[in-house]
């Protein structure tokens, strides 16, 4: 059974920096890309950033500048480092896995989701 666990959230003052990890067990990743989304309450999941198998990165026009995804395939994590924080990144961030046809910055893009990690951005 394939899970996916975030962890590293938590509240930060505007301006500040978190690093955001997910750690896959189950199967390994090592060949895929992974990504992460945020959601915020009533708002559709949003891509926020992705890498390739490659380690070709990907990131939304929203972070990036300020967001640099990365992952150890030999430890089967992903993780996301965010800085110049905003009260806007307030979200519930998620890891993917397990990617499909669909395209990399859709939720149908990925087969797994973790169960996400609260981020709160104060002003």
């Known amino acids: 059974q394939v899970q996916l666990v975030e962890s590293g959230g938590g509240l930060v003052q505007a301006g500040g920096s978190l690093r955001l990890s997910c750690a896959a067990s189950?199967?390994?990743?090592?060949?895929?890309?992974l990504a992460w989304f945020r959601q915020v309450p009533g708002k559709e999941r949003e891509f926020v950033a992705a890498i390739g198998w490659k380690m070709n990165t990907y990131l939304a026009d929203s972070v990036k500048g300020r967001c640099t995804i990365s992952r150890d395939n030999a430890k089967n994590t992903v993780t996301l480092q965010m800085s110049v924080l905003k009260p806007e990144d307030t979200a519930v961030y998620y890891c993917a896995a397990g990617r499909t046809r669909a395209p990399r910055d859709r939720e149908t893009g990925y087969q797994y989701w973790g169960q996400g990690t609260q981020v709160i951005v104060s002003s």
């Open positions: 189950g199967r390994t990743f090592g060949g895929d890309g």
